[in-house]
């Protein structure tokens, strides 16, 4: 038996062998039966606690183990979700790797139990939650499920009068803070107070006991924990009328009473023969007393005396008749109290009382002996017949009685109070002690209750995010598929269920026409039509936050398909395009006995983002066993249908919704009827369908009939009117509403919830209305609360008006359940009607107040009352932080902008979201930049002249690649962006204020706003590849590695759409016909889309041919290979006619060599007339007329020899006039004009030598040619020959496109398209600090603010030296004679011999120290060292270490008289020679390295010997000669060796990583630096695998750390090799610099498309911040000390000082850093080389070099021989 347990766990125990059992996480611990009920036929599964779940064999010692189920419980498993569910028992223990490890091999029952104690770890989840998730993720609509709601919903019940000082305490003080604590749990926090507020709309009706008992059941369904308080005291309650009551029952009554009382029952009730069976309905109180309702004070008093006394006598005659004429058991329904009633229902059928109700029983001492009055009234019955109020407290008695028996004692408070002459007088201290006592009471028991409620939940692991989206869905299916009639549409769904066919399947029909409820019903027939077996996957879009916008769609659609087909499903993350894949994915391998059908409906309401609505993400093509049912509006705005039917040929899966048949109509009303319980009148039911004939829509029967089933048998006539259209019905629906809950109200609750962005909760509606005045003095004309606050019972009448029906529903957004209309057209009308201009500005406003929470918190709001007194109150709403606990307040991040900015209040809008960096940092990591720019694009539509948001908004956009990076770059972006004036000054104080950790750059290294650079644009994860742009230059289209083709709006910088469901190997983009389509180049395919990405033909690209595109309004394309042309009609993209050239062959070579980026080279032109095509050997164009099929024309331009013979065409072009062909070749980069004519030179612009000529443009007036040279764009007039250079960029433009020469549309090899405008002047002082062209040479000065630099310039090389601290370059030397007379070899630093002396080597082969005080060689190493010598400083800088001149062998040398002090042999290797020496910090230990040979020689300085040599084929196993990077450790103990091997575990050579090797020096053991597990789930996650090694850093003596191909850098333990950190962040490969005693360290990517610094703490190793950088930092070093970090640019170079701001870690308090060097010396001069070099050493051969260095007569001079080891 144990051992089939073990077999079916044994994938799941591996996972979690090393997890601790969580005894919070003990689930049902009092023992009690929990059950969740099915619907098909009230089955029951229990999940039971204590001993009984125990298995037989279990010892009683087990069982009696604490005596309660907390030592044990049942739970169940099912890892492959496929199988039988079993029941195990469970009990505490601890699961050990041992146990593990034996797997199916535990046989004792001891381990079988300690190994169920998974259980306890939430890995097996108990036996009702995942057989409730198992049948949800396989849609089963039968099953009744729980709330998906996060609320803690509490119903109050009370006698009105008496308890009114205790609910006001608690809604003054309890309740905030109840509320303050849910939202801190991440939930809501609601009250239903029935008892205050009730206004005479709410008596008129006679509907108050029925909403109390609704919403009671709505508590007890909805809340988490809590949900029934009672304050029954010593008052029963009003017994209110029935409504309604039986007729055969009425009778009964009716004629056993006298004819007075008669004739009362007569005029209150009326017979309903609509109703089955009839009923007699109370009418309402102003149908028979109009004044009830009057704004006549004196009229409404007189109806009220007449309704009360009336209805008293009502309540008499039906009381004491039924009980004779039904029995005292019948008759109680007369009888009981709302009370009595609210009670029964609240605790007497709760699920759990002792977890849900909470009595506060209060007791006045003797009130029962008081002397009666009307005072005393209002606590206890004691007026009227003795008979009556007696039977009251009996009764009240009875109902105390069974509250105490139900209720445990700890869910009892009681308190014992005595009478004051007010009853309950706070003004008394007593009572004051009362009521803070009962308020302090109720506060903690309700916290307690409420905190252990939600871990309950949490810990059932029902609250899954991906299952709790899941069963929103199937809650919003139960309800839609509620519905008759529509047989034959279901019809054809089945059909296409049990075909063949592997193409989605499409519902389609106008808005109103039913295409939901038609999804709805097939998905809740499917496994009926299909098998139980079938998987039902249902999404409804909009109706849920994730369901809205496609990525989170398909994230959860993705999961949820995998759980249904019982696989591990783990959340996917990464770009779009991986998304879509592995949606895919997941419809393969679908099981034949298990099919899966997915249903998708109204793909019409994906917003507009990532380019939802074009369906490129919709497989075309399904898999075996898979069935997609997908539904749409069909008007052409919305795209979808479109899209549908481009990929969809087949007319049998299109279903159109048409409107219902006659008899359809007859068959829905008769069942709608009987679900009701109702008929119509034979009048009512013809009003009915004559109605829908003149609208046949299915929402317009919705609406009528909804309104029709409220007829009673006695309307007729002018009573049973319909509204002839759907936007009638719904006003007309609006209109009843008004009149029913007041205009006011009802206007401004469906105005808030209309204008909202995404609808609003129940809670945050309550204290929006709380907050609006309008509606509190029209609730409050005729008498004061003790709160000012909406009371509760008014938004709960006026909601169940509207969700009885469902034209409000509900959908989980950010979080929370939020209240919005069901269908568009609701909304629509909701809009014209509630929110037209005049009131827009008022619901914007309070709204937006709302969410700022300006009203929180304890500050009144004040108001004028309708007698004109100013007041102020606290309305006790909801705070709004930006943060609730551990997670962002996206309520408050997705709506406050929106809402500031519509309100028109342009200083609250800057104040609280603008220009406020809280907001701005919160919006951009609690929600995403996207939706941030999206407030600012709103804001910039509403307010387009304000500077503040400009400039921030500006800087926003230049930093969207660098924010959705990292949003904590913010602060470092704004600063490096942001100028400081007087609009931005205030938002750059609390950028510095935020205490943000950021990096400062001592130069700006950013492009900043105002500047011409205008956008910034996210172009795509990858690299981008290509773009194009529109004539009027408005739109833009680029391609990228990632393979998706993308539109964008140029003036708002905003992507318009992706099209990514091409073929792979996308590369160029072009605007052809007149820019009303796209031609997209892939690897074999030229395919031409719409610009909704259509295809609308494809033309097959010959292998290695070339194209160009042009003729009127770029209609023709030319394809050429070889000898032949074919010319292609781009309109339809047939061939017109071909041409053949003789002794000419066109294809480009450098295309064959280079395909993968031939298609950036621009060697072809055209215009409306001519083409010019280079031809392969690029020495010669030909030209040709487009529509002429004449032979073309040759053009030689450059000859082979001579002068010309390196010279090829790089980029050609034809003036706008078609009058001369422009050639340039990037050796010479002169313009060469040839007639088109003659073809003869006849002009040459002279062009720069450092330019790069390709890929030539004319601009649209013909003027100026233009192109990218290397990092700028030059321009040359056309007329003047000007020429100049602009836009200088941070890499290489790789395209450029502009449409009037003021605004250009750049890409330059990473994954950013730049927007700029040359209109706008450029910013000066944008590239201060400049130094050079470039730095060759980067090293610090230990322990202080400098560095040196060796620059060159133009042919000039300088030596330099900056104080960073300062941003002041000290000295500076230029180089004289040693590159230029001696053999050529560029200058090199070797190191620091001391901080102010540097060691160089020389053309003359000797090392120099050189001073970087004078800048002057200081001493001249004895001895003619070999040719590119490597060398080492060692010793402490007191000795270098170089080869003999041989390179056979090391010899020392001391640094401060020059000698060799010493030559170490290297007898194991003299075969081969010293490719490179290498040291440590400390400099005691030399490795040798040589060429071609896989030894290395460790050398002992210290001892002067060589210890030993490490072959790294046999002891590392190395598998080559050299090394990827080599380091030595601090203290000499270890090295850390890196290059390709194959890991441990696996087959040789199976897999070739670079793994770092730790070497212990003394031991001479060996640890791989190999994380084999996450090289496995690499593999698993993403199919291939990145873990091998970048870069290697030693931190210290005892931590390693190390940068991946995956962008992990992970951190090592030297002395075990065990890893101990993973540091996530980056996405690509990296460097390492660190500084030995620093606090962190430094990471730097390698590639264009991540260029970003990441700063990590060395103790916690978490990220500090990073920053992303619009130039390339080329060298980085790391200074001492904690004193920040240097890197150096570029072209132009500039040296840059970074330091940590708002870190934990301070840089040491340095000594002015003027002592080391005094002054600025910048005219110095240094000659390396002088005449000494060259004396007393003979020249030297190859053949000399090659000797033994035995005969090494330099070095033999220089050293004594008792020194020669």
């Given amino acids: 038996m144990y051992r089939e347990y073990l077999r079916k766990f044994k994938d799941v125990v591996p996972a979690v062998c090393h997890k601790n059992p969580d005894p919070s996480n003990e689930a049902n611990t009092d023992g009690r039966n929990l059950s969740y009920n099915s619907k098909n036929g009230g089955q029951q599964t229990t999940r039971s606690g204590g001993s009984e779940a125990l298995d037989k064999s279990t010892s009683q010692a087990d069982v009696n183990n604490g005596g309660t189920s907390q030592n044990s419980q049942a739970a169940t498993t099912n890892p492959d979700q496929t199988g039988e569910v079993i029941t195990i028992p469970v009990t505490r223990g601890q699961i050990t790797p041992e146990m593990v490890g034996r797997g199916n091999k535990i046989d004792s029952l001891t381990d079988f139990k300690v190994l169920i104690s998974l259980s306890m770890s939430g890995k097996i989840q108990q036996e009702t939650d995942i057989n409730l998730a198992r049948r949800a993720y396989d849609g089963d609509l039968s099953l009744e499920y729980p709330s998906s709601a996060k609320i803690v919903r509490i119903f109050t019940s009370s006698t009105f009068t008496d308890t009114k000082f205790e609910r006001n305490t608690w809604m003054e003080k309890a309740y905030p803070r109840l509320k303050r604590y849910c939202l801190a749990r991440g939930y809501e926090f609601q009250v239903v107070d029935m008892r205050w507020g009730v206004r005479d709309e709410a008596t008129d009706d006679h509907r108050g006991t029925e909403l109390c008992l609704r919403e009671l059941e709505l508590c007890q369904t909805l809340s988490t924990g809590p949900n029934f308080i009672s304050l029954l005291s010593h008052k029963y309650g009003y017994t209110s009328l029935p409504r309604e009551i039986d007729a055969e029952e009425f009778l009964k009554i009716f004629t056993s009473t006298e004819k007075d009382d008669q004739n009362l029952l007569n005029k209150w009730y009326k017979r309903d023969d609509n109703s089955l069976p009839p009923v007699f309905v109370l009418q309402t109180i102003s149908k028979l007393l109009p004044d009830f309702m009057s704004r006549d004070q004196e009229k409404k008093k007189a109806a009220k005396s007449i309704w009360w006394n009336e209805s008293e006598a009502l309540q008499k005659t039906l009381t004491d008749v039924s009980k004779k004429v039904l029995g005292e058991k019948e008759a109680m329904k007369y009888i009981l109290s709302i009370t009595h009633l609210e009670v029964l229902k609240g605790v007497l059928e709760s699920k759990d009382p002792s977890t849900e109700c909470l009595w506060y029983k209060r007791t006045i001492k003797d009130i029962e002996h008081l002397e009666p009055s009307w005072q005393l009234s209002r606590y206890i019955e004691c007026l009227g017949p003795v008979e009556k109020w007696q039977n009251s407290r009996q009764l009240l008695g009875k109902l105390k009685q069974k509250m105490s028996d139900i209720l445990p004692t700890s869910n009892v408070q009681e308190y014992n109070v005595s009478w004051a002459e007010k009853g309950i007088d706070p003004t008394r201290a007593d009572h004051a002690d009362y009521l803070n006592h009962i308020n302090d009471d109720f506060e903690q028991k309700m916290m307690k209750m409420i905190g252990s409620a939600i871990n309950k939940r949490e810990n059932a692991g029902t609250q899954e995010p991906l299952l709790q989206e899941c069963l929103q869905h199937l809650e919003f299916c139960q309800r839609k598929s509620q519905a008759f009639g529509r047989s034959d549409d279901l019809q054809k769904i089945k059909a296409y269920l049990e075909g063949t066919s592997s193409l989605p399947f499409v519902v389609h029909a106008t808005s109103g026409s039913g295409k939901t409820t038609v999804l709805a019903m097939a998905a809740s027939k499917t496994k009926a039509w299909l098998s139980a077996n079938v998987s039902v996957v249902v999404r409804f879009v909009g109706t849920t936050s994730e369901s809205t916008d496609l990525f989170p769609f398909l994230q959860n659609l993705t999961q949820h398909i995998k759980k249904a087909k019982g696989e591990y499903a783990f959340r996917v993350e990464g770009d779009l395009k991986r998304l879509v894949s592995e949606f895919h994915a997941s419809l393969q391998g679908v099981r034949p006995d298990r099919p899966l059908v997915i249903y998708i409906d109204a793909l019409d309401q994906f917003s507009a983002g990532n380019a939802a609505r074009e369906l490129f993400w919709l497989p075309k093509i399904l898999p075996d066993s898979v069935k997609l049912v997908v539904s749409t509006l069909e008007e052409a705005k919305y795209e979808c249908f479109r899209k549908l039917k481009s990929f969809i040929e087949d007319e049998s899966n299109f279903l159109h919704v048409k409107p219902f048949t006659k008899d359809d109509v007859q068959h829905i009303i008769t069942n709608w009827l009987e679900s009701d319980r109702r008929i119509l009148t034979v009048e009512q039911r013809n009003m009915l369908s004559s109605a829908f004939n003149e609208c046949p829509l299915a929402l317009y029967l919705r609406l009528s009939y909804d309104t029709a089933s409220s007829w009673a048998s006695y309307h007729f006539g002018d009573e049973i009117r319909l509204e002839k259209t759907v936007r009638a019905s719904i006003n007309e629906l609006f209109r009843r509403l008004e009149v029913m809950h007041g205009q006011v109200l009802t206007s401004r609750a469906f105005g808030y919830i209309t204008a909202a962005k995404s609808g609003l909760s129940e809670a945050e509606l309550e204290d929006i209305l709380s907050c609006d005045d309008d509606v509190l003095n029209d609730v409050y004309m005729y008498w004061t609360p003790p709160i000012r606050r909406l009371p509760p019972l008014l938004l709960v009448r006026l909601k169940a008006s509207l969700e009885d029906k469902h034209y409000l529903v509900k959908r989980g957004v950010d979080g929370v359940i939020v209240m919005f209309w069901y269908h568009r057209q609701f909304y629509e009308a909701a809009y014209e009607r509630y929110c037209d201009p005049s009131v827009s500005l008022i619901i914007h406003t309070g709204i937006a107040d709302f969410f700022s929470g300006i009203w929180a918190q304890g500050n009144k709001k004040s108001y004028t009352d309708l007698q004109g007194h100013l007041d102020a109150s606290d309305r006790q709403v909801v705070e709004q932080p930006f943060c609730i606990a551990d997670r962002y307040n996206t309520r408050k991040l997705n709506n406050l902008a929106y809402h500031r900015i519509l309100s028109q209040d342009l200083n609250k809008a800057k104040e609280d979201c603008l220009c406020n960096f809280q907001f701005i940092i919160h919006r951009i990591k609690g929600t995403s930049v996207r939706q941030l720019m999206e407030d600012f694009e709103l804001a910039g539509d509403v307010y387009p002249n304000d500077e503040s948001i400009n400039y921030i908004g500006h800087a926003l956009r230049l930093s969207q690649s660098a924010l959705i990076y990292d949003g904590d770059t913010l602060v470092s972006q704004m600063l490096g962006r942001l100028p400081s004036n007087e609009f931005t000054r205030d938002f750059l104080n609390q950028c510095e204020a935020a205490g943000v950790p950021y990096l400062r750059s001592s130069r700006c290294v950013l492009q900043q706003t105002g500047g011409q650079l205008q956008c910034a644009l996210h172009g795509d994860d990858d690299e981008v590849w290509f773009l194009d742009m529109t004539k009027d230059g408005t739109t833009i289209v680029s391609s990228a590695a990632s393979n998706i083709v993308k539109l964008w709006n140029v003036n708002k910088g905003k992507l318009i759409r992706s099209i990514d469901d091409l073929d792979k190997m996308v590369r160029n983009v072009h605007f052809i016909n007149g820019d009303t389509s796209i031609l997209v180049r892939t690897s074999n395919t030229l395919v031409c889309l719409t610009l909704l990405g259509d295809v609308i033909f494809r033309i097959p690209l010959v292998q290695h041919s070339l194209y160009v595109i042009g003729g009127h309004e770029k209609r023709t394309l030319c394809m050429y290979k070889d000898e032949w042309l074919q010319f292609y009609d781009l309109t339809n993209g047939t061939l017109k006619h071909r041409l053949t050239i003789q002794g000419v062959a066109l294809t480009d070579p450098r295309g064959y060599r280079d395909f993968a980026h031939s298609f950036r080279l621009n060697l072809n032109y055209s215009t409306q007339e001519l083409m010019a095509l280079v031809d392969n050997t690029s020495k010669s164009f030909i030209l040709l007329e487009i529509d002429s099929k004449t032979t073309p024309r040759v053009c030689r331009v450059f000859n082979d020899d001579g002068d010309e013979e390196e010279l090829e065409i790089d980029a050609i072009a034809i003036t706008n006039e078609n009058s001369h062909v422009i050639v340039s070749s990037w050796l010479r980069n002169d313009l060469l004009f040839f007639s088109t004519r003659t073809l003869e030179k006849t002009r040459v612009i002279k062009g ?518």
């Fill in 1248 to 1765: 720069l030598k450092t330019d790069f000529s390709e890929k030539f443009q004319i601009s649209y007036d013909g003027r100026y040619l233009f192109f990218p040279s290397k990092e700028q764009i030059v321009i040359y007039n056309l007329e003047t020959q000007e020429r100049k250079a602009i836009l200088r960029h941070a890499h290489d433009i790789a395209v450029v496109r502009t449409v009037n020469m003021t605004k250009f549309v750049t890409v330059c090899g990473d994954n950013s398209i730049f927007i700029w405008n040359t209109a706008i002047e450029e910013i000066k002082g944008q590239k201060e600090g400049f130094i050079g062209t470039s730095v060759s040479h980067l090293l610090k000065i230990p322990n202080s603010y400098y560095v040196v630099t060796l620059t060159s310039h133009k042919n000039d090389f300088y030596i330099q030296v900056h104080d960073v601290k300062t941003g002041v370059k000290v000295r500076q030397a230029k180089l004289f004679n040693d590159h230029q007379n001696g053999t050529g070899l560029r200058p090199k630093i070797s190191g620091m011999v001391s901080e102010k002396t540097i060691l160089m080597p020389t053309n003359s082969r000797r090392f120099k120290n050189v001073s970087l005080e004078t800048m002057k060689p200081t001493l001249v190493y004895k001895g003619r060292t070999s040719r590119y010598s490597p060398v080492a400083i060692i010793s402490d800088g007191t000795e270098i270490a170089t080869c003999t001149r041989g390179k056979s062998h090391v010899k020392i040398q001391c640094t401060t008289t020059g000698v060799t002090t010493c030559i170490i042999r290297t007898e194991a290797n003299k075969n081969f020679k010293i490719d490179n020496i290498l040291t440590g910090p400390r400099g005691g230990l030399i490795l040798v390295f040589y060429y071609k040979c896989n030894d290395i020689s460790v050398i002992d300085v210290k001892n002067r010997h060589l210890r030993y040599v490490i072959n790294m084929a046999s002891e590392l196993q190395f598998l080559t000669d050299s090394l990827f990077s080599v380091e030595i450790s601090p203290d000499d103990s270890y090295l850390l060796l890196t290059e390709r091997k194959t890991p441990k575990g696996y087959k040789p050579k199976s897999k070739l990583d670079y793994i770092p090797v730790i070497y212990d020096v003394e031991s001479r053991t060996a640890i791989d630096l190999f994380d084999r597990y996450q090289d496995v789930e690499n593999f698993i996650l993403r199919g291939k695998s990145k873990i091998s090694v970048d870069e290697v850093a030693i931190l210290n003596k005892n931590q390693i750390v190390t940068s991946h191909e995956d962008g992990v850098v992970r951190v090592w333990d030297s002395k075990t090799g065990k890893k101990l950190h993973t540091l996530q962040g980056h996405s690509s490969s990296m460097e390492l610099y660190s500084a030995l005693g620093n606090s962190y360290f430094l990471s730097k990517t390698l590639m264009d498309t991540e260029e970003t610094f990441r700063v990590w703490d060395t103790t916690s190793f978490r990220c500090v911040t990073s920053f992303r950088h619009d130039n390339y930092q080329s060298k980085v070093v790391n200074l001492d000390g904690n004193r920040g970090f240097v890197s150096c640019e570029a072209n132009p170079a500039r040296v840059i000082h970074w330091t940590l701001e708002n870190g934990s870690v301070e840089p040491p308090q340095d000594k002015d850093p003027s002592e080391l060097f005094t002054g600025r010396v910048l005219n110095l001069s240094t000659y390396l080389i002088d005449e000494t070099d060259f004396s007393h050493d003979d020249d030297q051969d190859d053949d000399e070099e090659e000797k033994s260095d035995d005969d090494d007569d330099d070095d033999d001079d220089d050293q004594d021989e008792n020194n020669e080891l």
